[in-house]
Structure formats: structure tokens, C-alpha cells
């Protein structure tokens, strides 16, 4: 790929890996102001200021007042402060008991369609929590509502169980669930012409493939790249959600070439296949809140209407908890049984099961002829296929990205070996990476089943390695 950079980012791009991460941290985003600890005089103001809020009909200048005060207040809290302020909107701002179960008698006493459709109503201004009343009003500042989302990702990170502020996440996701509704959302392409304040935040935000330096990012956004973002209209030039796309004319099926800086530039008018390779969530806050579906929708009717030559949608896809799922079950005397006889003796030495991958993914990168490599690689994508299809929880896959593009109404295609050789891609799935393929005559009949009973569509190729593995057993001496 090209790689030909303006002077201005060729210049930081000589510098080292530790420098440009300091560089990000210290020099391209704002510093973060010093917490503290909040006084009691402080929380008396604040409990005030937030009954005042539940209560409202003062108008609209006090209002935003009251919340550039809490939001002032909360981004000085330190922890401690934060999570005695979530704990307050929790417990003292929840709904009235007594006001509801008044609202149900009244709505079970009506006696005509009029008085019943009246009752109604008030049960449902009796259900809205006044949390609900108090933070929707955060909508009135030009940056309330990313201030909100940052207030959720320190709920998140501060009770990542969802144990102690449950009540107040539901109602802020509830509130999300409105106001980043997709007829919302702006599709925006990002290019190597965008600002630069937002290619760096493509780069503290990629979350699946690491960006490594300028022309990392510059062969990413090049003429056979695509980089689209989900933007909300109140948070301006702060991604939600992105993806990067490579045109190409064949099926991906190794990211470290995908990623190639050497590799030749193809004319896009000439692709006929769209490989999604990455998906980013750029905001903690807004997990829970689906965003990724539309974003797959909307990018394929943008390229097919760009590029009708498109014939082919599909996924180069990691498997992020493939290694530690297996590693569990080569811990039962089922899994080791499933280890192919051939490759059994080289195991011996391994204590546990992920010593077992370790030692079966280095000895299949040596090409060790004993036992072949092509068996080590027969057992393992065989293993990955029935993780993918059979390792469940509920109707759900285990593995959240088969879990997403399943709901999505995709089908699994391949299992590509040692298709991520980098030490994260080792670690996490033992190289190997999947194709998600988006066939769109399918796309909603796959997902219908999916939602119906969690029916997973595959290809035959990816049945017949499931099948290797309940047919597997050696021999035991």
C-alpha cells in the first residue's frame, strides 16, 4: 500500500512506539482536572440541588444550571465521591411505591375505555423514576449528553457486576435507548482528510487491531479502505461506533496481510469482495446500547450503492475467548480424550490446558513433523468450530462476536489458521480467525432463526470440522 505521508504526520511517525503512546496521553487529549474528595458542605448542596431537580417546574435556565453544577460535580469527585453519588440516585431517587400501586387501583377500577386510557397515563408518569426526571435534563447543555455517557462509563467501571447501581444504569440505558436511536445517528467516512484531533481518536479507540503509527493508520484509510463512523449530532467529532473495511477481490484470510504496508494498492472500482475487519465500540458508556447491527446495515447499502461490483459481504473476525474456553475443557479427562492421537505424546509434558495449546500452536509454527502440523491444525479449528456452534450459554454463544454477528443474521463461513500471528492473536485464539459472511437474501431469515431458538447458521465446511471433533477419540495406553 502506499505510504506516502504530509510532512506533518511523516515527521511523527519517526518517532518510537512509547513516545507516540506518551504523545496521545499527553499532548493530543485534554488533561484530566484532579479528583477530590467532596466535602460535606459539598453534599449537602448537592442533595439539595438534585431534590430541586426531581421536582423541576422552575424553568429551563435553573435547570441547566442545576446540571452543569452536577456535572461539574461529578467530574471533580473522586471515586469515593462518584460512587456515594451513584448510590444516591439509586436509593432516594427511586420510584414512589405508594404513587404506583395507587395509579394500578385506579387503572383496575376503571370502568370505561376513557378512564381507563386516563389511568394509563398516570401509571406511566408513576413508573418514570425521578432519576429519570433528573437526568434527562443533562439533554439541555451542548454537552450533556456526552457528559452522561462518560457518568456511565465510572458507573460501569466502579460496579462492573452491576451489583450496587443497577436501578440507575437501567434508567440511564433506558434514556440512551432514545436518545441514540439510529434515525439519530450521522454515517460519516472517515479519511486520511478528516481532522486530526479524530484520526487520533481512531487510534486511542481501535480496539481489535492495534494502530501502530501514521502509516498504519494512513494505509487503513487508503483508496481500497474504508473507515465509517456512527456520530451523534450532540457529541460532535466523538466516534461512537467504527468500522474499517478493505476492498478487495478475494476473501481475507490472514489480518497481518490484510494489514500489509507493502501490499499493492487495488483500484476499488474493481473489488468485488468487502471484508469488515474491525469494529470498534468508542464510548464505554454506551455498552448495552446496540449500535453495531445498523452500522454493518448502513455501510453495505452505502458501498453496494458505491461499488456495485460488491458481490461478496463478510468478516475477518477474532475469537476473543476461543483459547481460554479451550484451555478449560483440555482441563476433563472429554477434552483430552478429543486430543488426536498423533498429537497426544507431544503433549505429555504440559501440565494444564493452555500449556497443552502453547505447546501444540509453537510445535505447528516449527513445522514439527512429529506430530504433522496439518493434524495439530485439523484438531484445533475443529475445536474452534464447535466453540463457535456448540459452546453456549442459554441460546447464546459464548463467544461475544459470534454472539453479535449471529444476532445479526450472519452465517460462518471459514477457519482460517494462523490468520493473527501476533502475540495478542496467539494468546487469545491460537492465530486462527473466522469469516462472518453477510449473504443478503439470508440475512433476515437467519436472524429470525437465531432470535427464535438461537439457530446458527454455518457453511458445510465449518459442519464438517464440528463433525471431526465428535468423531475424534484416541486410544488411551
Not at 376 to 387: D, H, K, N, P, V
Request: charged share 25%; with cysteine.
Amino acid at each position: 500500500m502506499s505510504t506516502t505521508l504530509p510532512a506533518t504526520h511523516a515527521a511523527r511517525n519517526a518517532s518510537t512506539q512509547p513516545f507516540w503512546r506518551r504523545m496521545l496521553a499527553h499532548a493530543s487529549f485534554p488533561r484530566k482536572p484532579a479528583r477530590k474528595a467532596p466535602t460535606e458542605r459539598d453534599w449537602k448542596a448537592i442533595e439539595g440541588l438534585l431534590a430541586d431537580a426531581a421536582q423541576g417546574g422552575d424553568g429551563e435556565a435553573a435547570a441547566r444550571d442545576r446540571m452543569v453544577r452536577l456535572l461539574d460535580f461529578h467530574t471533580a469527585a473522586d471515586d469515593a465521591g462518584k460512587q456515594r453519588l451513584f448510590k444516591h440516585l439509586t436509593d432516594v431517587h427511586a420510584p414512589d411505591t405508594g404513587r404506583i400501586g395507587q395509579a394500578i387501583d385506579r387503572y383496575l377500577a376503571a370502568a370505561d375505555a376513557n378512564t381507563r386510557s386516563l389511568a394509563e397515563t398516570q401509571l406511566r408518569d408513576a413508573l418514570d423514576t425521578p432519576r429519570i426526571q433528573i437526568l434527562s435534563q443533562c439533554n439541555l447543555l451542548p454537552d450533556g449528553v456526552h457528559a452522561l455517557v462518560r457518568m456511565r462509563a465510572d458507573l460501569i467501571r466502579l460496579d462492573p457486576r452491576g451489583e450496587q447501581f443497577a436501578p440507575l444504569d437501567r434508567d440511564l440505558v433506558r434514556l440512551f435507548h432514545d436518545w441514540f436511536d439510529v434515525g439519530f445517528l450521522e454515517l460519516t467516512r472517515i479519511g486520511w482528510g478528516s481532522p486530526a484531533a479524530l484520526l487520533e481518536k481512531l487510534i486511542q479507540y481501535e480496539a481489535v487491531h492495534e494502530i501502530k503509527s501514521w502509516t498504519d493508520l494512513r494505509n487503513r484509510l487508503d483508496s481500497d479502505r474504508r473507515c465509517y463512523a456512527f456520530f451523534h449530532p450532540r457529541m460532535e467529532n466523538e466516534p461512537l461506533i467504527f468500522v474499517e473495511v478493505a476492498l478487495l477481490r478475494d476473501v481475507a484470510n490472514s489480518v497481518q496481510t490484510l494489514l500489509d504496508e507493502s501490499q499493492p494498492t487495488l483500484d476499488p472500482a474493481t473489488a468485488t469482495v468487502a471484508v469488515f475487519y474491525s469494529i470498534s465500540n468508542a464510548q464505554a458508556g454506551l455498552k448495552g446500547v446496540s449500535l453495531g447491527e445498523f452500522l454493518i446495515k448502513r455501510v453495505v447499502e452505502q458501498l453496494m450503492r458505491e461499488y456495485p461490483r460488491l458481490r461478496t459481504f463478510i468478516t475477518l473476525s477474532p475469537l476473543p475467548g476461543f483459547t481460554r474456553a479451550l484451555a478449560r475443557t483440555l482441563d476433563t479427562e472429554e477434552g483430552v480424550a478429543r486430543i488426536p492421537a498423533s498429537v497426544a505424546p507431544l503433549l505429555k509434558g504440559a501440565t494444564d490446558g493452555q500449556s497443552r495449546i502453547d505447546t501444540a500452536v509453537a510445535a505447528a509454527q516449527a513445522g514439527t513433523d512429529a506430530p504433522p502440523a496439518k493434524d495439530i491444525r485439523r484438531w484445533l479449528t475443529g475445536e474452534c468450530a464447535r466453540y463457535l456452534l456448540t459452546d453456549k450459554r442459554g441460546q447464546h454463544p459464548l463467544d461475544p462476536v459470534a454472539r453479535f454477528h449471529f444476532a445479526n443474521g450472519a452465517s460462518l463461513a471459514q477457519i482460517h489458521w494462523m490468520a493473527d500471528t501476533s502475540a495478542r492473536g496467539l494468546r487469545q485464539s491460537a492465530g486462527l480467525m473466522v469469516n462472518y459472511l453477510y449473504r443478503l437474501d439470508e440475512i433476515d431469515t437467519n436472524h429470525d432463526a437465531y432470535a427464535r431458538d438461537g439457530s446458527l447458521a454455518a457453511s458445510s465446511e465449518v459442519k464438517r470440522q464440528l463433525g471431526r471433533t465428535n468423531g475424534t477419540s484416541r486410544r488411551r495406553t
